[in-house]
Each structure stands twice: as C-alpha cells, then as structure tokens.
C-alpha cells in the first residue's frame, strides 16, 4: 500500500520556528514536494526534494531522508499568512499522491 | 494571467445529471491532471494526460467519470449520472514533461450535487 502521513493540525506563534514532518511509504519514489493551500484556494508549490538533504528557500526549508521515509518542511519567522494547510506529496511515475495536509495556525 | 484556468470555479448541480469542467494548463505544459479534494483531505489523483494521450487513471475513478484532452490542450472532466458523494473541489494541475515535475494548480471547480 502507499502511506503518506503528516501531523493533522500544529500551533505556532508569530516570529517563531516550526517543523512539520512527514512519512512516507510508497511503492516507488522520484521526488517529495511541499505545497501550501489556504482555505478555500489552490495549493502552491513550495519546495521540492529528490536528494537526501536540506534544501532551503527563503524561510522555508525543506529536509529529505529516503532511507527512511521521512521528510519535514521547516517555516522560520513565522507571519500571520503563513497560517495554512501544508501539504507533502510523493512523486513516482506521473502519479502524485498527497497526505491529507497539516492544518498551520499562527497565533500573535 | 498565464498561469491554470479552470471553468466554471462553481457548480450546482441535482443528482443524477451530467456535467463537465473545464481546463485550460499553462500553454507550454504538456502534462496535465486531474485531482479531487474534499474538505480536510489531500488532493486526490484521478487523470493523468501527456500532451493528447491519457496515460494514468486512478482504480477510484469509476465509469461515471471520463476525462478527455482532444488537441493536447485544454482538458475537459464530465460526471455522469451525478451522486452526491461527488461532492468536492475538482483541481487540474499542470507540468512541463523535463526538470522537477513541479505541478501548477488551477484555482478549482467547487462542485456541489444536491
């Protein structure tokens, strides 16, 4: 089967640092994406990994292991706006399959 | 605006009509898909077209749904026979075939079957 598992909702405060993780199980891999969707939008691309690392853009950084399965994307200086769903996603052979998404409330 | 348009953004609709959606991706995209979100859920795959030729469908897609993209363009999504289970925001995305597949959304057609 194919699992995709991210944290439902997380709290955070203005100005402060947070890390949402995410674990996957997939019959096959070619890269792990990052998206953020507000309420009622479409989700947008936020950073992309196919290489175990760090990969960072702006205050938005994103950590890859594919030995194990894991991936967290990390939001620094946290702002109001970046209060959101953030979704993970896995890519393998044209299909992407997202996790449910992590609900992001960024309190003053 | 160059980026994913969708037509209609909404749509009202009584059970067991047909209706379709369109997309138009970004011109020089060649992948297109199709996805369905329902609330507090992760976009889910349902089609996938390189350029003219669909090349993937989910096993969840059932007969009622079919999706075409005649001129490898623009893509349409009809719903046969609708139930309301069918209820959810319907997203096109689209890639270029090179680099990170990075997949661009459309804003989404909300569907609603009463």
């Known amino acids: 089967g194919q699992n995709i598992d991210q944290p439902t909702e997380m709290t955070a405060t203005e100005g402060a640092i947070v890390q949402i993780n995410c674990t996957y199980q997939?019959?096959?891999?070619?890269?792990l994406f990052w998206y953020q969707q507000h309420a009622g939008e479409a989700p947008t691309f936020l950073s992309y990994?196919?290489?175990?690392g760090l990969e960072e853009k702006g205050r938005f950084s994103s950590f890859l292991s594919r030995s194990k399965g894991y991936s967290y994307l990390l939001l620094k200086e946290l702002q109001m706006k970046d209060s959101a769903s953030y979704l993970c996603?896995?890519?393998?052979?044209?299909?992407?399959?997202f996790g449910a998404g992590t609900r992001l409330t960024v309190k003053p | 605006d160059t980026g994913v348009s969708q037509d209609p953004r909404h749509k009202i609709t009584k059970r067991g009509q047909n209706v379709t959606f369109r997309c138009d991706p970004i011109?020089?995209?060649?992948?297109l898909y199709w996805y369905r979100q329902t609330l507090g859920q992760g976009p889910e795959f349902l089609t996938y077209?390189?350029?003219?030729?669909?090349?993937?469908k989910s096993r969840l897609l059932s007969d009622r749904f079919s999706a075409e993209r005649p001129k490898g363009s623009f893509s349409t999504l009809e719903i046969q026979r609708t139930e309301q289970g069918d209820s959810a925001m319907y997203l096109c995305?689209?890639?270029?075939?090179?680099?990170?597949?990075?997949?661009?959304f459309g804003p989404g057609t909300r569907l609603t079957v009463t």
């Open positions: 995305a689209s890639s270029s075939s090179g680099g990170t597949y990075e997949q661009y």
């Open positions: 997939t019959s096959g891999f070619n890269g």
């Open positions: 990994n196919v290489l175990d």
């Open positions: 996603a896995v890519y393998n052979n044209n299909d992407m399959r």
């Open positions: 011109s020089e995209h060649n992948r």
């Open positions: 077209f390189q350029n003219e030729a669909q090349l993937e």
